[in-house]
T-cell receptor
Framework: RKEVEQDPGPFNVPEGATVAFNCTYS??????FFWYRQDCRKEPKLLMS???SGNEDGRFTAQLNRASQYISLLIRDSKLSDSATYLC??????????FGRGTSLIVHP | EPEVTQTPSHQVTQMGQEVILRCVPI?????FYWYRQILGQKVEFLVS????????KSEIFDDQFSVERPDGSNFTLKIRSTKLEDSAMYFC??????????FGNGTRLTVT
């Protein structure tokens, strides 16, 4: 089983839609979780950290399910500018953040 | 907001040549990383560096690779004898004790 797995997509949604991505991880000792956003040929940029209790930042909500070993990202009211690849990042026992392959989101008019 | 800066943005080199990729991490950060991303593939960990030494490295980081922090600001990745398969985006990242990674804007390395 891969360390961090994501559905590569693409998820093709209209503006205003709600879309959700999941990411599963294999190391049950993982301690920290993040969502990054990557635009084509650009560097990953931190979108949000993921906390055990779940957290929200505007239209974005992240949740962690330790029992099932996955994290999720929910985007409400999608904008054209949300089109990007969303990378799940998991930190295990040593601080070597491991990236998922990313989920591609395309928001169309 | 402070940034991680990388130079050059694009490097073209011939197979077998040495290249040095340069990074200036955020000034109060203590942990430094190099990642690479081959076109269309995932971001892969190469090496982490703390307290003037390598703390971890991946299988990709073989004897052809080395890192250095020659002064208080720069953090470099050297590839001694480049191969075609080294063509990728190379990202430098840094962090403080418990922060997420902050990435530079990358160097695109093309080996011909």
């Amino acid at each position: 089983r891969k360390e961090v797995e994501q559905d590569p997509g693409p998820f093709n949604v209209p503006e205003g839609a709600t879309v959700a991505f999941n990411c599963t991880y294999s190391n049950s000792a993982s301690q920290s979780f993040f969502w990054y956003r990557q635009d084509c040929r650009k560097e990953p940029k931190l979108l949000m950290s993921v906390y055990s209790s779940g957290n929200e930042d505007g239209r974005f909500t992240a949740q962690l399910n330790r029992a099932s070993q996955y994290i999720s990202l929910l985007i409400r009211d999608s904008k054209l500018s949300d089109s990007a690849t969303y990378l799940c990042v998991v930190k295990g026992g040593s601080y070597i953040p491991t990236f998922g392959r990313g989920t591609s989101l395309i928001v169309h008019p | 907001e402070p940034e991680v800066t990388q130079t050059p943005s694009h490097q073209v080199t011939q197979m077998g040549q040495e290249v040095i990729l340069r990074c200036v991490p955020i000034s109060n950060h203590l942990y430094f990383y190099w990642y690479r991303q081959i076109l269309g593939q995932k971001v892969e960990f190469l090496v982490s560096f703390y307290n003037n030494e390598i703390s971890e490295k991946s299988e990709i980081f073989d004897d052809q690779f080395s890192v250095e922090r020659p002064d208080g600001s720069n953090f470099t990745l050297k590839i001694r004898s480049t191969k075609l398969e080294d063509s990728a985006m190379y990202f430098c990242a840094s962090r403080t004790e418990n922060s997420p990674l902050h990435f530079g804007n990358g160097t695109r390395l093309t080996v011909t």
